[in-house]
T-cell receptor, first 115, second 115 residues
Framework: AQTVTQSQPEMSVQEAETVTLSCTYD???????LFWYKQPPSRQMILVIR????KQQNATENRFSVNFQKAAKSFSLKISDSQLGDTAMYFC????????????WGLGTSLAVNP | GAVVSQHPSWVICKSGTSVKIECRSL??????MFWYRQFPKQSLMLMAT?????????EQGVEKDKFLINHASLTLSTLTVTSAHPEDSSFYIC???????????FGDGTRLSIL
């Protein structure tokens, strides 16, 4: 069975600094998708970034980038120039390619950006 | 694009009441929608996968007679919590994807409080 592990329950970072959130997963599949979702105190789930396993290039979205290491089954999220609005829960999620769209979720990392 | 609207955002009602939550994809058609439950400071727990025109697929341990799901059109899925009791109090979130290889987009969630 696929699993997603986020080993950092809580993290903090100073405003304008860089922080990296870790995520590892376990699967026997070769083609799949990985996601980072953000859930601020408002509790809305917001897609931050996605990565397709068959693409070697790491995905980037403005200040957010990932370090995708397929062999190591690692998918970390780097937030550059952290802003107060980045304070949120961050969830890593996995999905197989194909018709089964069910997401497998990590337990989340609570990130606090301090002024 | 890819906006998912969920209504109501907050509902408080007496024990024994049935509560209906709506999930609409506003600018796309969603053949599949997902219903999640989230306890405080925890990850999302998938309750069921809602398929347009067919019966929902429930996760193990989720009572299908308790949580009725209807997906009558490509833009609307509803979750009805029947005869709700205080233990059903939780945060419920729906999501939908625009296509088989697209990420899930989430509604803003419904906070359900049963007195």
């Amino acid at each position: 069975a696929q699993t997603v592990t986020q080993s950092q329950p809580e993290m903090s970072v100073q405003e304008a600094e860089t922080v990296t959130l870790s995520c590892t997963y376990d699967t026997s599949e070769s083609n799949y998708y990985l996601f980072w979702y953000k859930q601020p105190p408002s509790r809305q789930m917001i897609l931050v970034i996605r990565q397709e396993a068959y693409k070697q290039q790491n995905a980037t979205e403005n200040r957010f980038s990932v370090n995708f290491q397929k062999a190591a089954k690692s998918f970390s999220l780097k937030i550059s120039d952290s802003q107060l609005g980045d304070t949120a829960m961050y969830f890593c999620a996995f999905r197989n390619a194909g018709n089964n769209r069910k997401l497998i979720w990590g337990l989340g990392t609570s990130l606090a950006v301090n002024p | 694009g890819a906006v998912v609207s969920q209504h109501p955002s907050w509902v408080i009602c007496k024990s024994g009441t049935s509560v209906k939550i709506e999930c609409r994809s506003l600018d796309f058609q969603a053949t599949t929608m997902f219903w999640y439950r989230q306890f405080p400071k925890q990850s999302l727990m998938l309750m069921a996968t809602s398929n347009e025109g067919s019966k929902a697929t429930y996760e193990q341990g989720v009572e299908k007679d308790k949580f009725l799901i209807n997906h009558a059109s490509l833009t609307l899925s509803t979750l009805t919590v029947t005869s709700a009791h205080p233990e059903d109090s939780s945060f419920y979130i729906c999501s939908a994807a625009t296509g088989s290889n697209q990420p899930q987009h989430f509604g803003d969630g419904t906070r359900l409080s049963i007195l």
